[in-house]
């Protein structure tokens, strides 16, 4: 599986921006950037992707680095609804046997 | 984005019986499912890769006659836990590919008395 450095934990108060780091050094050029979270008894969800432009949706930016080593992503304005526990993989295609690892537990606080 | 739904999403069950776990995918055709398993407080853990019209492909460790897997259109998979047993007590959820992002199911919550 394709590795990836995520800090275990982050606390982000409410209504601020929430800035979740990424390292992903081994990445190839035709692997894109992920990121999914999964909210307690959810089953996880897919957010943004990118190649090697920044990204944006209705629910997160994506910034990735000139060198694609490492990725940013955004949350602008989180929201007590955005505590989750966030993923980020890289792959290329449409490759679905994701494997998880332990992710970044975001806890946004009042 | 895409829709996965499953059904149900909660099921208690008496030991020894079997249960059946259907997971679809709403305004998409999905070639390739997968299900995964999730313990509390852990990880998913992929389970399988689902492949219409052709048999499962199975991870290491996870039995293939006890967790039956059919898929039997290009937007219905179905996953059966065989005579469960207190132990398969879990969160199941599936996932289905769209052009590069996977969207998963909302999972279904399985409890074996």
């Known amino acids: 599986d394709a590795k990836t450095t995520q800090p275990t934990s982050m606390d982000c108060a409410e209504g601020r921006a929430a800035n979740l780091p990424c390292n992903h050094s081994?990445?190839?050029?035709?692997?894109?950037v992920y990121w999914y979270r999964q909210i307690h008894s959810q089953g996880p969800q897919y957010i943004i992707h990118?190649?090697?432009n920044n990204e944006t949706n209705e629910m997160a930016s994506l910034i990735i680095t000139e060198d694609r080593k490492s990725s940013t992503l955004i949350l602008p304005h989180a929201t007590l609804r955005d505590t989750a526990v966030y993923y980020c993989?890289?792959?290329?295609?449409?490759?679905?046997?994701?494997?998880f690892g332990k992710g970044t537990k975001l806890s946004v606080k009042p | 984005g895409a829709v996965v739904s499953q059904h149900p999403s909660r099921v208690i069950c008496k030991s020894g019986t079997s249960v059946k776990i259907e997971c679809r995918s709403l305004d998409f055709q999905a070639t390739t499912m997968f299900w995964y398993r999730q313990f509390p407080k852990q990880s998913l853990m992929l389970m399988a890769t689902s492949n219409e019209g052709s048999k499962a492909t199975y991870e290491q460790g996870v039995e293939k006659d006890k967790f039956l897997i059919n898929h039997a259109s290009l937007t219905l998979s179905t996953l059966t836990v065989t005579s469960a047993h207190p132990e398969d007590s879990s969160f199941y959820i599936c996932?289905?590919?769209?052009?590069?992002?996977?969207?998963f199911g909302p999972g279904t919550r399985l409890t074996v008395l």
């Open positions: 993989k890289y792959y290329g295609g449409s490759q679905g046997n994701l494997i």
């Open positions: 081994t990445i190839s050029g035709n692997e894109y």
């Open positions: 996932s289905a590919v769209l052009a590069g992002p996977t969207f």
């Open positions: 990118g190649l090697k």
